[in-house]
């Protein structure tokens, strides 16, 4: 290989990945290349250490990388570098080229089909347009189909635990194949795209069984292709003939009943999704709720969990297209226990002026969050309340409801709770607001009403029974109570340097040392710093943390 024209030998998409890190600037010699050899960390996924040896005459002698791939001379990270070490040779000065129509004409036909088998090869989007340009003819689904999945499987492999840095390089294939999925759709294959989407879907989830995902690249080709399962209702498209419809309706709901899916709610809900908006008629909307029916058992999910919830919404959607008002409304009401489904209940109600009936779907959904139970019960329904008294108009019921909210620790209701109330009987609320916040657990909102009210002597108060607080509550504090506060800090971080053991907590002791400088107790500090150096002398650690501190407090303000 030779560093002048090493590119010829490359894979082009490799090569054009270490061209990107290179003018990233991912690549930071460790080594200067004053010799043959030099050696450089790249950072990918990870670090990566690279190293290059190259002849005088320009001949890589070797090259090696700690990165997992293996499918061809070089990789990325090693491209990269040989880019960078080429800055010291010269490169090959860059030809004139002919016109490419010139170059194709002159070009015997057995040597240009030879050209096109080749980039055939590489690329199956590319083989289907020739073909299709020359004969007329697609290659056969399952053919493309068949072709795809041997592309994802040859990447990830059939065995074996897929560490976290071996993720990319193992998808590559999929993404290769994802490209083809958009480019199917964007040709309007329906039929090609959808299978091709339930192909890289299937391999991706078997995949994820065996892989770090840590970084989540996995999930997110398998969400990018759930996503593009919308083209199937382009609007801007031509509407698909009878026959293709139909296929893409059975195929959209078999690939929700796929068995690697199973557990998966959010990678099976979009193939129904997609495929209630094709049932369009009777038959197919009876052959969409066998297959709902049984998902669930399939997927081992409760019937009242999130797939039920989930599959409840659609059904009620196709009862609100095709159906009678009145049933899909009665189907609403008969399904309350979904979160999402009385929500969509009380939306449809306000948005019909029918604000009683909203009112009181949400007061129920207070209720049933209560008697489940379940920690703040009834929270949500109360800011749906609360929202539905601002469309109704009923400023009583905004008050007590953003008054529950308040008292239940959202400061975000104090100020639309304030310019709802009169000025005469504010007094009043206020104070029987801060009687019940007083010594509930919502501190935070009672600390940020006094704050917005000015209270100072209040907030200092409850700074002083709350002294965990004081790293939130000291700019609202200082100057008035400085002594105080600084005395406060002072007190917390001699007991939190008591209990701490290890450099961790030395660095959470000194930032609170600077919290207390911040809040201009520079004195105190210094006098603190030393009182623990003394106090903890077998504590070499700390000692370090506690010297950086004492020389940041030396330096001129």
């Given amino acids: 290989m030779d560093l002048n024209t090493f590119e010829s030998e490359v894979d082009p998409v490799i090569l054009a990945r270490g061209r990107e890190y290179l003018q990233a600037g991912r690549v930071r010699l460790v080594t200067a290349p004053r010799s043959g050899a030099c050696r450089a960390v790249v950072q990918g996924t990870q670090h990566y250490t690279v190293t290059v040896n190259v002849a005088p005459d320009g001949t890589v002698v070797s090259t090696a990388c700690d990165c997992p791939y293996d499918d061809g001379p070089v990789c990325k990270h090693v491209v990269a570098v040989l880019l960078q070490r080429r800055g010291g040779v010269p490169p090959l000065a860059n030809p004139v080229l002919p016109p490419l129509s010139d170059v194709v004409q002159d070009e015997s036909a ?56 071996a993720v990319s390089a193992a998808i590559e294939g999929a993404a290769d194949v994802s490209q083809q999925a958009e480019a199917a759709w964007d040709d309007r294959q329906v039929m090609l795209a959808i299978a091709l989407e339930r192909c890289l879907v299937h391999e991706l989830a078997a995949t994820m069984e065996r892989a770090d995902d840590s970084d989540g690249e996995i999930a997110a080709l398998i969400d990018e292709s759930l996503l593009r ?20 309706f059975l195929s959209l709901l078999d690939a929700a009943k ?53 599959l409840t919404l659609l059904r009620y959607g196709m009862l609100a297209d095709y159906g009678q008002p009145a049933q899909a409304e009665a189907y609403l009401r008969d399904h309350l226990n979904f979160p999402n489904v009385r929500q969509m209940a009380i939306r449809e109600a306000a948005t019909h002026g029918q604000f009683d009936e909203a009112i009181q779907l949400a ?39 953003a008054l529950e909210l308040v008292t239940g620790g959202d400061f975000s209701y ?87 053991a290890n450099r961790d907590y030395y660095q959470r002791v000194c930032a609170h040392i600077h919290q207390m400088v911040k809040a201009g107790g520079t004195d105190e500090a210094r006098v603190l710093v030393s009182r623990l150096k003394a106090r903890y002398p077998r504590k070499p650690a700390f000692q370090d943390e506690l010297g950086r501190v004492e020389r940041r407090l030396a330096q001129p303000s």
């Fill in 110 to 165: 057995q040597r240009l089909a030879s050209l096109l088998l080749d980039l055939a090869a590489e690329s199956p989007t590319l083989a289907d347009r020739i073909r299709t340009e020359l004969t007329g003819q697609h290659e056969p689904v399952a053919a493309r189909v068949e072709g795809a999945r041997r592309r994802i499987q040859e990447a990830t492999g059939h065995a074996g635990f897929l560490d976290y840095g």
């Fill in 229 to 248: 399962l919308s083209c199937v209702q382009d609007m801007d498209a031509p509407p698909l003939d009878a026959e293709d419809e139909e296929a893409a």
């Fill in 258 to 310: 796929d068995p690697v899916l199973a557990g998966w709610p959010d990678w099976q809900l979009p193939w129904l999704r997609e495929a209630a908006a094709l049932a369009t008629t009777p038959q197919r909307r009876e052959q969409w709720e066998t297959h709902a029916t049984a998902l669930a058992p399939l997927s081992g999910a409760a019937a009242d969990g999130y797939l039920g919830q989930e």
């Fill in 363 to 401: 007061r129920d959904g207070i209720e049933q969050e209560r008697t489940r139970g379940l920690p703040g019960a009834g929270t949500h329904w109360k800011q749906v309340l609360y929202e539905v008294a601002v469309t109704a108009d009923r400023p009583a019921l905004q008050r007590e409801i």
């Fill in 414 to 500: 104090y100020g639309p709770l304030k310019d709802a109330t009169n000025a005469t009987v504010w007094p009043e609320i206020y104070h029987t607001l801060l009687t019940k916040l007083e010594n509930s657990r919502h501190g935070s909102a009672y600390s940020q009403i006094l704050i917005a009210e000015g209270e100072a002597e209040r907030l200092w108060i409850y700074c002083q029974a709350h002294p965990h607080e004081v790293d939130t509550l000291y700019p609202h504090l200082v100057p008035r109570f400085r002594t105080g506060v600084v005395a406060i800090m002072g007190a917390r971080i001699e007991a939190e340097a008591e209990r701490a």
